[in-house]
C-alpha cells in the first residue's frame, strides 16, 4: 500500500534554474492529493506520471501567486477532459473568491468546486476519508497560511494465511477477523484474534510546513512525523532576509525536523538567488542528519 510523495516544484516565488514553484502530489493508498498549486504544476504532473483526474481534494497553504497560480490551469483542464466529480479545496479565506472571478468570464467548468475556509490560527482536523486524517498546522508568514499534517489511518490487522486452513476459516468470515473478532469453530471452540492475525503496519504521516518563519510550536504539533517538508527559502548567510520575509533558513528547517523527531527531511522551497543548492544541504544535515534536497519530480516512499 503505497504513501508517497511527488514533487512538482520545489523553488520560491520566481521560477529558475529549471525548478518550478511550490506544488506535490501525496499518494496514499492511490488516493491523490494535491497540495499546493503553484504556476505549471500540470505540466509537470504530465511530466513526472502524476495521473490528475484522480485529484478529488486540493490543500492550498497560502494564497500567494507561487503556491496557487497553477490552479486555474489545472481546473480548466479537467473542465475540458470532461471531468464531472466535484473537487473539494481547503485553503484560507480568499480562494472561492480569486477563482470563481476567473471562471466566471471564462465560460465556467463542468464539475462543482467546493470550498473550505481554513482557520490558519487553528491546529484542528480539516479532513478525513477512509485512509488518512489531515490536520491543519497554523504558520507565521506575511498572509494567513496553513501547513498541513497527512496522518494514515490504522489499518486492519492482517490474517496469517496459515490459520485460514488450520481452522479451515469461511472467506466470509475473514473481514471480521482483520477487523478484531476471534472465530469461533463448530464445535465451539474460540481461538483468539492474536493467533489469527498480525498487528497491520505502523500508519505512516507525512507533514507540509510551507512559507513559514522559525516556528517552533510546529514541531510538537507534529511529532514523531515520518516524512517532513519544511520551506528552507534561505541559508543562513541571508538569515535577516528570511526574517524580514516571513521565511526559514535550511538551518531552521533542519531544527524543527530535530525537535519533533521527524523520520526524514525535505528541503524545498529555494530562494531564485541561490543556483547551488550544495549549501542548503549541508547546514541542514549539520543539525539533522537525514535531510534531502526536494527537487522537481523527485519522489519520497514512506515504507509500510
Ligand atoms: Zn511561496
Ligand atoms: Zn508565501
Given at each position: 500500500?503505497?504513501?508517497?510523495l511527488?514533487?512538482?516544484?520545489?523553488?520560491?516565488?520566481?521560477?529558475?534554474?529549471?525548478?518550478?514553484?511550490?506544488?506535490q502530489?501525496?499518494?496514499?493508498?492511490?488516493?491523490?492529493?494535491?497540495?499546493?498549486?503553484?504556476?505549471?504544476?500540470?505540466?509537470?504532473?504530465?511530466?513526472?506520471?502524476?495521473?490528475?483526474?484522480?485529484?478529488?481534494?486540493?490543500?492550498?497553504?497560502?494564497?500567494?501567486?507561487?503556491?496557487?497560480?497553477?490552479?486555474?490551469?489545472?481546473?480548466?483542464?479537467?473542465?475540458?477532459?470532461?471531468?464531472?466529480?466535484?473537487?473539494?479545496?481547503?485553503?484560507?479565506?480568499?480562494?472561492?473568491?480569486?477563482?470563481?472571478?476567473?471562471?466566471?468570464?471564462?465560460?465556467?467548468?463542468?464539475?462543482?468546486?467546493?470550498?473550505?475556509?481554513?482557520?490558519?490560527?487553528?491546529?484542528?482536523?480539516?479532513?478525513?476519508?477512509?485512509?488518512?486524517?489531515?490536520?491543519?498546522?497554523?504558520?507565521?508568514?506575511?498572509?494567513?497560511?496553513?501547513?498541513?499534517?497527512?496522518?494514515?489511518?490504522?489499518?486492519?490487522?492482517?490474517?496469517?494465511?496459515?490459520?485460514?486452513?488450520?481452522?479451515?476459516?469461511?472467506?466470509?468470515?475473514?473481514?471480521?477477523?482483520?477487523?478484531?473478532?476471534?472465530?469461533?469453530?463448530?464445535?465451539?471452540?474460540?481461538?483468539?484474534?492474536?493467533?489469527?492475525?498480525?498487528?497491520?503496519?505502523?500508519?505512516?504521516?507525512y507533514a507540509y510546513c510551507?512559507?513559514?518563519?522559525?516556528?517552533?510550536?510546529?514541531?510538537?504539533?507534529?511529532?514523531?512525523?515520518?516524512l517532513l517538508y519544511h520551506e528552507?527559502?534561505?541559508?543562513?548567510?541571508?538569515?535577516?532576509?528570511?526574517?524580514?520575509?516571513?521565511?526559514?533558513?535550511?538551518?531552521?528547517?533542519?531544527?524543527?525536523?530535530?525537535?519533533?523527531?521527524?523520520?526524514?527531511?525535505i528541503?524545498g522551497?529555494?530562494?531564485?538567488?541561490?543556483?547551488?543548492?550544495?549549501?542548503?544541504?549541508?547546514?541542514?544535515?549539520?543539525?539533522?542528519?537525514?535531510?534531502?534536497?526536494g527537487?522537481?519530480?523527485?519522489?519520497?516512499?514512506?515504507?509500510?
Amino acid at each position: 500500500m503505497r504513501f508517497e510523495l511527488t514533487l512538482l516544484g520545489t523553488n520560491s516565488a520566481l521560477p529558475a534554474y529549471g525548478r518550478f514553484p511550490s506544488a506535490q502530489v501525496l499518494n496514499v493508498q492511490e488516493r491523490h492529493y494535491l497540495v499546493d498549486c503553484g504556476e505549471g504544476a500540470q505540466i509537470r504532473m504530465s511530466q513526472f506520471g502524476v495521473r490528475r483526474s484522480k485529484i478529488q481534494q486540493v490543500f492550498i497553504s497560502h494564497l500567494h501567486g507561487d503556491h496557487i497560480f497553477g490552479l486555474a490551469g489545472f481546473l480548466s483542464s479537467m473542465a475540458l477532459l470532461g471531468r464531472e466529480d466535484p473537487i473539494e479545496l481547503y485553503s484560507p479565506k480568499g480562494l472561492e473568491e480569486m477563482v470563481r472571478v476567473l471562471f466566471k468570464y471564462s465560460g465556467g467548468l463542468s464539475f462543482p468546486l467546493h470550498f473550505h475556509t481554513l482557520d490558519t490560527e487553528k491546529n484542528q482536523l480539516i479532513f478525513e476519508d477512509k485512509a488518512i486524517t489531515v490536520h491543519s498546522l497554523p504558520l507565521v508568514h506575511r498572509v494567513p497560511s496553513a501547513g498541513f499534517l497527512f496522518r494514515e489511518k490504522e489499518r486492519p490487522r492482517n490474517m496469517r494465511p496459515e490459520k485460514i486452513e488450520t481452522y479451515n476459516i469461511h472467506y466470509r468470515d475473514i473481514p471480521a477477523i482483520k477487523a478484531g473478532a476471534d472465530y469461533v469453530l463448530p464445535d465451539g471452540r474460540r481461538i483468539s484474534n492474536e493467533e489469527l492475525t498480525l498487528p497491520p503496519p505502523a500508519p505512516r504521516s507525512y507533514a507540509y510546513c510551507s512559507d513559514t518563519a522559525y516556528h517552533e510550536p510546529l514541531a510538537s504539533m507534529i511529532q514523531g512525523v515520518d516524512l517532513l517538508y519544511h520551506e528552507s527559502t534561505f541559508c543562513e548567510d541571508m538569515r535577516e532576509q528570511a526574517v524580514l520575509t516571513g521565511h526559514s533558513t535550511a538551518r531552521q528547517a533542519a531544527e524543527i525536523a530535530r525537535l519533533a523527531g521527524a523520520g526524514r527531511l525535505i528541503l524545498g522551497h529555494y530562494s531564485s538567488r541561490y543556483k547551488s543548492l550544495k549549501p542548503f544541504l549541508e547546514e541542514a544535515r549539520a543539525v539533522f542528519p537525514n535531510t534531502e534536497l526536494g527537487d522537481d519530480g523527485r519522489v519520497f516512499e514512506v515504507e509500510a
